[in-house]
């Protein structure tokens, strides 16, 4: 089965989203050809997501992880039942509570490809069960001042080990491994 990553883009100051949840700073960059072409690298490597679902278990199309793009199954946690959604080609899945059966269930979707995890809760409890393989960030040059972190909140240490590191005009491009 292929490995599990957190995926996500930051600020320099290590937020993920403003206060707000929203996510539009990420696109006032002009990214570089050779930022591109790693983002490219990684899409084709996902087989599946797990992400969070929103209060309305609904899939808004501001919400779809990337943007819609990757045709790949999707899991969502969620505390109370809801129906699987279709929408565009793509399966989400809502699992209640258990974020272990969930990246299961995605890393059997996946087969050798990677599972993607999205958002700051679910990377942290990820990080916390020892389920995570590999980080893969894309650092902004900005700072936000507040909002959203990835790590914070963490509550112990994780040592990583730096697999692939690349900048270019607009992007630092940072890959970890989880050293066990």
């Known amino acids: 089965m292929g490995q599990v990553m957190i995926h996500a883009t930051v600020t320099l100051d290590g937020f993920m989203a403003d206060t707000e949840g929203g996510v539009d700073w990420m696109f ?13 690298k990684i899409w084709e490597e996902i087989g599946a997501v797990v992400g969070g679902a929103n209060k309305t278990q609904t899939i808004d ?43 299961d269930a995605a890393k059997q979707a996946a087969g ?6 999205l958002g700051g809760s679910i990377s942290r409890q990820c990080l916390t069960l020892g389920l995570v393989d590999e980080i893969q960030l ?14 914070g909140g963490l509550g112990e240490r994780i ?22």
Do not use: C, W
């Not at 894309?138 to 790590?151: A, K, N, R, W, Y």
């Open 61 to 103: 199309e501001g919400e779809l992880p990337y943007g819609g793009m990757l045709k790949v199954p999707v899991y969502l946690m969620t505390h109370s039942e809801h129906e699987s959604v279709e929408k565009d080609g793509t399966t989400y899945t809502f699992v209640v509570d258990d974020i272990k059966q969930a990246v």
């Open 159 to 180: 040592n990583l080990e730096r697999a692939e590191t690349a900048a270019y005009a607009s992007e630092t491009h940072l890959r970890f491994r989880v050293v066990r």
């Open 28 to 40: 006032d960059v002009e990214a570089a050809d050779e930022d591109s072409a790693v983002m490219t």
């Open 138 to 151: 894309h650092v902004l040059p900005m700072l936000l001042g507040d909002g959203i972190s990835l790590f």
């Open 112 to 117: 050798d490809k990677t599972v993607s995890l």
